[in-house]
Nanobody, 127 residues
Framework: QVQLVESGGGLVQAGGSLRLSCEAS????????MGWFRQAPGKEREFVAA????????SFADSVEGRFTISRDSAKSTVSLQMNTLKPEDTAVYYC????????????????????WGQGTLVTVSS
């Protein structure tokens, strides 16, 4: 059974930091592209960041470039999103996603290109 379990969300003041983690099981994590998406109230789900299964490539949304970093630990089947200098507009439910890709360097930013999803963790940034 595939599971993606996010943790680390919470309430933080603007300018603060949070680290989200996602623990994966039930599929071949070491051969899966991992991504983070978010959905704010009343808005569509949007891409935040992704890391290839080789770990050699990353991609970030323009809105978080330079503030967020993504990393993965294949030994622990976890992917993390370090979020710094948080802004109120970063408030959203953050979802971890996994995509089964052929090449270790593949990076996808579209939600439809991911196969498995977590339940999400809420991040609230107060002004």
């Amino acid at each position: 059974q595939v599971q993606l379990v996010e943790s680390g969300g919470g309430l933080v003041q603007a300018g603060g930091s949070l680290r989200l983690s996602c623990e994966a099981s039930g599929f071949t994590f070491s051969r899966s592209l991992m991504g983070w998406f978010r959905q704010a109230p009343g808005k569509e789900r949007e891409f935040v960041a992704a890391i290839s299964w080789s770990g050699g490539r990353t991609s970030f949304a323009d809105s978080v470039e330079g503030r967020f970093t993504i990393s993965r630990d294949s030994a622990k089947s976890t992917v993390s999103l370090q979020m710094n200098t948080l802004k109120p507009e970063d408030t959203a439910v953050y979802y971890c996603a996994a995509g089964l890709t052929f090449r270790g360097t593949d990076i996808f930013t579209g939600a439809l290109q991911y196969d498995f999803w977590g339940q999400g963790t809420l991040v609230t940034v107060s002004s």
